[in-house]
């Protein structure tokens, strides 16, 4: 249960909040900005009162991007401006670089971290690589933050929707399968320079 609950964490990056944004999308192209909004508040309160309802808590993503969503609604509605609205993405994108780079400035790797939660041990050769993953990882989200708020600010409601639901999740899939592909080449190469650093034992003399 434990495991299947740090995994969820995980995904709820990515697809927190995605059926508030479905749904905002789809109502405010048929109904206009305010029921848009409305339909998004609702689903993203709904999402927080799923959750609850099936694991007995809400996990902190979840009051995070929901949260942001909800705040952002309401803001959107008083000021009858969708804008802010569809700026979620960009922060909680932006929100997830700083705390990536955080952690390494405080020498606490958030990937490592993260790994380990789930009973997984990493060896030393592998850690010694993570701290670079984080930090091109975040330089990923900062990069995906600009682009959002420039969706949201300068795109139409369906592009910024698109680039919420699939752009970020195909673009992560895609960088994140060329971070495994160079992790495997590095570990590699630093396993066999580390062979041949060996110095073979000398034999005692009889």
Same mark, same amino acid.
Do not use: C
């Given at each position: 249960?434990?495991?299947?609950?740090?995994?969820?964490?995980?995904?709820?990056?990515?697809?927190?909040?995605?059926?508030?944004?479905?749904?905002?999308?789809?109502?405010?192209?048929?109904?206009?900005?305010?029921?848009?909004?409305?339909?998004?508040?609702?689903?993203?309160?709904?999402?927080?009162?799923?959750?609850?309802?099936?694991?007995?808590?809400?996990?902190?993503?979840?009051?995070?991007?929901?949260?942001?969503?909800? /705040? +952002?609604? !309401? *803001?959107? %509605?008083?000021? @009858?401006?969708?804008?802010?609205?569809? $700026?979620?993405? #960009?922060?909680? &994108? /932006? +929100?997830? !670089? *700083?705390? %990536?780079?955080? @952690?390494?400035?405080?020498?606490?790797? $958030?990937?490592? #971290?993260?790994? &380990?939660?789930?009973?997984?041990?990493?060896?030393?050769?592998?850690?010694?690589?993570?701290?670079? $993953?984080?930090?091109?990882?975040?330089?990923?989200?900062?990069?995906?933050?600009?682009?959002?708020?420039?969706?949201?600010?300068?795109?139409?409601?369906?592009?910024?929707?698109?680039?919420?639901?699939?752009?970020?999740?195909?673009?992560?899939?895609?960088?994140?399968?060329?971070?495994?592909?160079?992790?495997?080449?590095?570990?590699?190469?630093?396993?066999?320079?580390?062979?041949?650093?060996?110095?073979?034992?000398?034999?005692?003399?009889?």
């Amino acid at each position: 249960m434990e495991l299947k609950s740090k995994r969820s964490q995980g995904l709820a990056l990515f697809f927190g909040g995605l059926l508030p944004v479905i749904a905002f999308t789809v109502i405010e192209d048929q109904y206009g900005v305010i029921a848009g909004l409305l339909a998004g508040v609702a689903f993203g309160v709904g999402e927080i009162i799923w959750e609850l309802l099936k694991y007995r808590k809400v996990q902190r993503l979840t009051w995070i991007g929901n949260g942001m969503l909800i /705040g +952002l609604g !309401a *803001l959107s %509605l008083i000021s @009858s401006e969708g804008m802010w609205f569809k $700026l979620q993405p #960009a922060l909680m &994108e /932006g +929100l997830f !670089a *700083l705390t %990536l780079w955080g @952690s390494l400035l405080l020498g606490k790797n $958030l990937i490592t #971290a993260m790994v &380990e939660a789930q009973g997984q041990q990493l060896p030393e050769i592998v850690k010694t690589q993570m701290r670079g $993953l984080s930090f091109r990882l975040g330089l990923f989200f900062a990069v995906h933050a600009v682009i959002a708020t420039w969706a949201a600010l300068h795109w139409s409601t369906a592009s910024w929707a698109l680039l919420k639901g699939v752009g970020l999740t195909v673009s992560f899939v895609l960088y994140l399968g060329l971070e495994v592909w160079w992790l495997r080449i590095r570990i590699r190469n630093l396993s066999r320079l580390q062979n041949k650093d060996v110095t073979p034992p000398i034999p005692s003399p009889k």
